[in-house]
Structures are given as C-alpha cells and as structure tokens.
C-alpha cells in the first residue's frame, strides 16, 4: 500500500482502519494486541516517510509489526495470523519481500541495523537508503542493543533507531521540563544552529570547539538523551507516538541527517482499545476474547504444567529460606510472579537479560544459595555459554526450570522449545530430569531443591497430557520408573510429557507393550536399560523434542557403549527442521506425532 501521497487526515483515518482490523482478527485468532496497538502511528509514518521498497526496515521482537503487514499487501490474508498455514505473528522474510528478517527473540534489531548500514556503505548505496529500526524500551534493556549502539555510535553510518517507549521508563523521572527541552533540540531550528556554530566555531580552533562542546553538554544533561549522546548517537525526542504530524516531521529531520540517530517515541499500550490501554500485561499476548466486554473465550481448562511449577516452587521456598529464583521478563508467563509476591527480597524479574540472570543466580549458589532460574525453553538458549562457563563450569547447584518445552503453537518456528535437551545434555557437570504430570512435577521439583550439581527439568506449554498412569514415585538421581511391564517384544520410553503420548498411543494399539518413564536423560538409568534390553527388542522413544541430540540419540549412545546390537530403536521426536507455527495439534499432525498416526506407524 502506498501511502506517500496520503494527508494527515487520511493517515489519521487509516490509522483507525488498522486498529479496528488487529483487534478484529486478534480477538478471534489471539496474538499480540496492546504493544501493536500502541506502534500503529509510528508504523504508519514510517511508511510515509521511508521508501519500504529501499530501507531496511527492522522490528525488534516483531510482535508490534501488525500494521506493517497490513500496509504491506497483507490486509486480506491477515485473517489468518498465527493459524496453521497462514501468516506468522512476526516478521518473515518467506511470507513478504518487504520483512526484512526473521524476529522473535528480543534486542537484535540495532546490530541488525549496523550490519545492514556496513553493507549499504560497501555498496555505495549511502545517499539512496538508510535502515530503520524499531525498538522497544523493554528491548534496549538488553546488553546484546548497547554492544551494537557502541559500535554505531564510532562508526557514524546513517540509521535511523525508533524507540518505542511505552513504559515512560526512560522520560517519566525527567517530566515536563525533560520534554520541553528535548523538543526544543528536535527542531530544525536547533539543528541549523548546531551546524551554523560548528562551522563558526572552526575559525577559532580547540579552545573554541571545547567550549562550546562542554556548553551543549551542560544544556542536554537533564534530558533523556544524554546516554545516547554520549555514545555518539544523535537524539531527538520525547515525541508524542500518536501525534501523526509531529512523528512525520521528525521522521523527515532523521532521515536527512544522515548519521547516527534515535528517535525516543512515547506511545500508549493498548491505545484505541480502552479496555486494554495502558501497562496491563495481560493485554501483551492474549487468546481469543470477546471485543465487547473484553473477556477470554477459552474455557476452563487443566492446571498447566507452568501453574503446577509454581505452586511446587512456592511450597518449597516457604520450608527453605535459601530458596530464590529469577525470570528474564516474564513473571505472569512462568509463574514467577506468585513467588515475587510471596517473597519480594529473593525471587526477582531482570528484565529481558538471560545472560545476566544465569550468571547473578551463579554468585548466588556461591554464597550458599538455593537459585532457580526459570526461563522459557527457547529463550535459555540466549543463555548459552552462561550455563557453561558460570554455572556448569564451578559445577553449582542452580536449577534451570525450562517452561514451554516442546511444540508452543501460534508463537512459530522463534519459540518452539525443541533445543533444550540437545544443547543442554552435552556439557558436564549437567543433570537432565522431566516430570509427566501433577505429582511428579512437585517430587522433581523438590528433588531439584535438594540437588547439590547443576540440573535442568523441563516441561510443557498448557496442561500435561490427560491420561491415566500409575502414580509417580519420589525422584532419586538417574533412576527411571517401570510404569507397565509385560513380557513382550516392545518397550515405549517415553521422556517428560512424552510419557502420556507414549500411553496415549498404546491405547491404540491391541497388543501387549512395556512402558517407561525414562526420567532422567543425564545420567540415564543404565541398569533399568540393561535389563529392559534383555527382553524387549524393539524401542520406541517418546519426547517432545529435536531427534538430533536428544533422547533418542542418548538411548542409541547407551546401546553402543554397551555394544547391544540386537535392540531396534525408533524416535518420535521432532525432525531437523524448524518447526511452522499454528494450533499445537495442527502442528503435531502435519509432523506424524498424534497418538493416532504413531499407532498406525508401529502397526
């Protein structure tokens, strides 16, 4: 859609259509509402004022990018968000030429932007396009956003960074003064005489330079741009994010000065939707709801496996005073926020910082400390060498809760959590374990708070497969649990929320199968396998996670270490692809994983 030739008033108006068509779909499909809502003029003028066929343009996390799609020959096919088959929640290249990278995970979005502004210069292209990115203020907390701004700020290529600031955390302990002054600096008019004294100021050599360096200074050290100034990136703002002309003429203003700058916007969560304005968490990511009234469709459910969590984490942190823990901006989503109310001075939420949350909870088991670092499965992976190097290394008794283990549906192919065994499983010092249902969820977690090493326990997005299984007995270190035992051919190992697909599927199968909750994937029960090898032939491996590295690969080594060459292993785990978004069921039938079609295969 173009809409360079567009008034103010038809912006204005086009703004409305876009709000009514997100909270329209979203209501119906789920999604991200209140941070797209509130970026929606801000997307709007950057179209207008950037060439979207030229400029780069680059959405950190994406979650805010609804408008973009709909200005970018979407508007149609976005009845189809986040469902099987149809358009993603984030940027996709695949989906449109004009989503520049793939996003879901925070804070790439100013090194992007370097990369691209690097290549612009090597190609000469400087004078013809310029990127553009956009990023939130919970973003920029991140370190991985000031390593790139440190960089920008020495090189001095053109970009353009939009800050979407709809926290006031930045501007909201400078206030009226703050914006006055920092509009003020906005204008041309400052611009123009910035530039007028440098060129002055050239005829009267250092001295002069200094002093009129240290006199901007002192003028913008009560503005909120100090920081970024200092870094050697030009600010402009606060500006009000949902004032069309005024996002336009400073739009125009950046994009002609042709060096560094950031945009500081100020924008209102939810905005055009009253129900959800303003900081209400609740409205970031929600299910289908009712327009109306505002209330969720979804029907009451099983507990999830994440409530389950945190009611186990609770229990024990009431018995254990050394028992804290940390989450990397998701408090309501791992069930952190029960423990931060509960215990405000010993469990904490760092903001979107994995790599500072791993590393402070290794101080803390130093000091003697009990931490349990619950983080979402695929944003452990940020985490990475902080898991080896500060907590494996010094081999400390942190646990690492990974939630949203396994297929999480709508979120896509940026928040599967399939990784975690693989990655996890080949560094020392490092124990596997994963409960399959309520009860062993609160013996894992207990087994956790006891546990002296190192460990990791994983677990599902909603509620652990309904099946009926013989109760769980209380965890001890590498040992599984035979839950049925028959004297046949085959053995189901199911691993986690495996364990109830792996039951599931025998249902459906009219003959005489073993099961085992494996338990442990690091260290595995040796001797329960051993035993099993004796008598069941062939294997089948149920878990909720990529086949390479996982625990399929960790039953093959066992039988090759121990030279068992006679039992024929068969994995159900997820295939070497990254995994498409959509309905988890959608999802798990377009990979051949419902019990249904695993019973056909083993017949």
């Given at each position: 859609?173009?809409?360079?030739s567009?008034?103010?008033?038809?912006l204005?108006?086009?703004c409305?259509?876009?709000?009514?068509r997100?909270?329209?779909v979203?209501?119906?499909n789920?999604g991200?509402?209140?941070?797209t809502?509130?970026?929606?003029?801000?997307?709007v003028?950057?179209?207008k004022?950037?060439?979207i066929?030229?400029?780069?343009?680059i959405f950190?996390?994406s979650?805010q990018?609804?408008?973009?799609?709909l200005?970018?020959?979407?508007?149609?096919?976005f009845?189809t968000?986040?469902?099987f088959?149809?358009i993603?929640?984030?940027?996709k290249p695949?989906?449109?030429e004009?989503?520049?990278?793939?996003?879901g995970h925070s804070?790439t979005?100013?090194s992007?932007?370097?990369?691209?502004a690097?290549?612009i210069a090597l190609?000469?292209?400087?004078?013809e396009?310029?990127?553009?990115?956009v990023i939130g203020?919970?973003?920029?907390?991140?370190?991985?956003?000031?390593?790139?701004?440190?960089?920008?700020g020495?090189l001095?290529?053109?970009?353009?960074?939009?800050?979407n600031?709809?926290?006031m955390s930045?501007?909201?302990?400078?206030g009226?003064?703050s914006?006055?002054?920092s509009?003020?600096m906005?204008s041309?008019f400052?611009?123009?005489?910035?530039s007028?004294?440098?060129?002055f100021v050239?005829?009267?050599?250092?001295?002069a330079h200094?002093m009129a360096?240290?006199?901007e200074?002192?003028?913008k050290l009560?503005t909120?741009?100090i920081?970024f100034e200092e870094?050697?990136?030009e600010?402009i703002?606060?500006i009000?994010?949902h004032?069309?002309?005024?996002?336009?003429?400073n739009?125009e203003l950046?994009?002609?000065?042709?060096?560094p700058?950031i945009?500081?916007v100020?924008?209102?969560?939810g905005k055009g939707?009253?129900?959800?304005e303003?900081?209400?968490e609740?409205?970031?990511g929600?299910?289908p709801?009712?327009?109306k009234s505002?209330?969720?469709?979804?029907k009451?459910?099983a507990k999830?496996a994440?409530e389950?969590?945190?009611?186990?984490l609770?229990h024990v942190?009431k018995?254990n005073?050394?028992?804290?823990?940390v989450?990397?901006?998701?408090p309501s989503g791992t069930?952190?926020s029960?423990?931060?109310?509960?215990f405000?001075?010993r469990?904490?939420?760092?903001a979107i910082?994995e790599?500072?949350?791993?590393?402070?909870m290794?101080a803390?088991a130093?000091?003697?400390?009990?931490?349990?670092?619950?983080?979402?499965?695929t944003f452990?992976q940020?985490g990475y060498?902080?898991?080896?190097?500060d907590v494996?290394l010094?081999?400390l008794?942190v646990?690492?809760?990974l939630?949203?283990a396994g297929?999480?549906g709508e979120?896509g192919?940026?928040?599967?959590?399939?990784?975690d065994?693989g990655f996890?499983?080949?560094?020392?010092?490092m124990?596997l374990?994963?409960p399959r249902?309520?009860?062993s969820?609160?013996?894992?977690?207990g087994?956790?708070?006891e546990?002296?090493?190192p460990c990791?326990?994983?677990?599902?997005?909603?509620s652990?497969?309904?099946?009926?299984?013989?109760?769980?007995q209380?965890?001890s270190?590498?040992?599984?649990?035979?839950?049925?035992?028959h004297?046949?051919n085959?053995?189901?190992?199911?691993y986690?929320?495996?364990v109830g697909?792996?039951?599931?599927?025998?249902?459906?199968?009219d003959k005489?199968i073993?099961l085992?909750d494996l338990?442990?994937?690091k260290p595995?029960?040796?001797?329960?396998?051993?035993?099993?090898?004796?008598?069941?032939k062939?294997?089948?491996i149920f878990?909720?996670?990529?086949?390479?590295g996982g625990v399929g690969s960790a039953?093959?080594?066992?039988?090759?270490?121990?030279?068992?060459?006679?039992v024929?292993v068969?994995?159900f785990?997820?295939i070497?692809?990254f995994i498409?978004?959509?309905?988890t069921a959608?999802v798990?039938k377009s990979?051949?994983?419902?019990?249904?079609?695993l019973?056909?295969?083993?017949?």
């Amino acid at each position: 859609m173009n809409i360079k030739s567009y008034s103010m008033e038809e912006l204005e108006s086009l703004c409305r259509e876009i709000r009514a068509r997100i909270i329209d779909v979203v209501s119906s499909n789920g999604g991200h509402l209140s941070s797209t809502l509130g970026a929606t003029e801000l997307i709007v003028a950057m179209h207008k004022v950037f060439d979207i066929d030229k400029d780069p343009f680059i959405f950190d996390v994406s979650h805010q990018a609804y408008a973009h799609k709909l200005l970018t020959d979407r508007w149609e096919d976005f009845e189809t968000l986040r469902q099987f088959g149809g358009i993603c929640g984030y940027t996709k290249p695949s989906e449109s030429e004009y989503d520049y990278f793939v996003a879901g995970h925070s804070s790439t979005s100013i090194s992007l932007g370097v990369g691209a502004a690097k290549a612009i210069a090597l190609k000469g292209e400087n004078e013809e396009r310029i990127p553009i990115v956009v990023i939130g203020d919970g973003s920029i907390s991140a370190g991985m956003a000031y390593e790139a701004m440190n960089e920008l700020g020495d090189l001095k290529l053109p970009m353009v960074i939009i800050l979407n600031d709809n926290e006031m955390s930045i501007a909201k302990p400078i206030g009226a003064v703050s914006r006055m002054l920092s509009s003020a600096m906005a204008s041309p008019f400052y611009q123009k005489f910035r530039s007028n004294v440098e060129q002055f100021v050239d005829n009267f050599g250092d001295s002069a330079h200094y002093m009129a360096r240290r006199f901007e200074e002192s003028f913008k050290l009560i503005t909120p741009g100090i920081l970024f100034e200092e870094m050697g990136i030009e600010y402009i703002g606060p500006i009000d994010g949902h004032n069309l002309a005024q996002l336009v003429e400073n739009y125009e203003l950046a994009k002609q000065m042709r060096r560094p700058v950031i945009l500081h916007v100020q924008t209102l969560k939810g905005k055009g939707y009253e129900i959800a304005e303003g900081q209400n968490e609740k409205w970031h990511g929600v299910g289908p709801f009712d327009i109306k009234s505002g209330a969720s469709c979804k029907k009451n459910s099983a507990k999830s496996a994440t409530e389950i969590y945190s009611e186990a984490l609770l229990h024990v942190a009431k018995h254990n005073e050394k028992i804290v823990g940390v989450t990397a901006a998701m408090p309501s989503g791992t069930g952190i926020s029960t423990l931060m109310e509960a215990f405000p001075e010993r469990f904490w939420d760092v903001a979107i910082a994995e790599q500072h949350a791993v590393t402070s909870m290794a101080a803390l088991a130093k000091e003697g400390f009990k931490p349990f670092c619950t983080i979402y499965s695929t944003f452990m992976q940020r985490g990475y060498d902080q898991v080896i190097h500060d907590v494996c290394l010094m081999n400390l008794p942190v646990v690492f809760a990974l939630d949203r283990a396994g297929i999480v549906g709508e979120d896509g192919e940026t928040h599967q959590g399939v990784f975690d065994i693989g990655f996890l499983r080949a560094i020392p010092n490092m124990t596997l374990l994963a409960p399959r249902d309520e009860k062993s969820m609160h013996q894992a977690v207990g087994f956790a708070a006891e546990f002296a090493t190192p460990c990791a326990l994983r677990y599902p997005r909603g509620s652990f497969s309904n099946v009926e299984l013989p109760e769980s007995q209380p965890f001890s270190l590498g040992k599984s649990q035979l839950l049925i035992s028959h004297e046949s051919n085959t053995l189901f190992i199911g691993y986690g929320n495996g364990v109830g697909r792996a039951k599931e599927t025998m249902e459906l199968i009219d003959k005489k199968i073993s099961l085992l909750d494996l338990r442990f994937v690091k260290p595995l029960d040796r001797d329960m396998l051993l035993q099993m090898s004796q008598h069941h032939k062939q294997w089948y491996i149920f878990s909720d996670s990529a086949k390479m590295g996982g625990v399929g690969s960790a039953i093959l080594e066992f039988l090759s270490d121990e030279n068992i060459t006679d039992v024929n292993v068969v994995t159900f785990e997820y295939i070497d692809a990254f995994i498409t978004h959509g309905n988890t069921a959608l999802v798990e039938k377009s990979l051949g994983l419902l019990p249904e079609q695993l019973a056909k295969r083993i017949k």
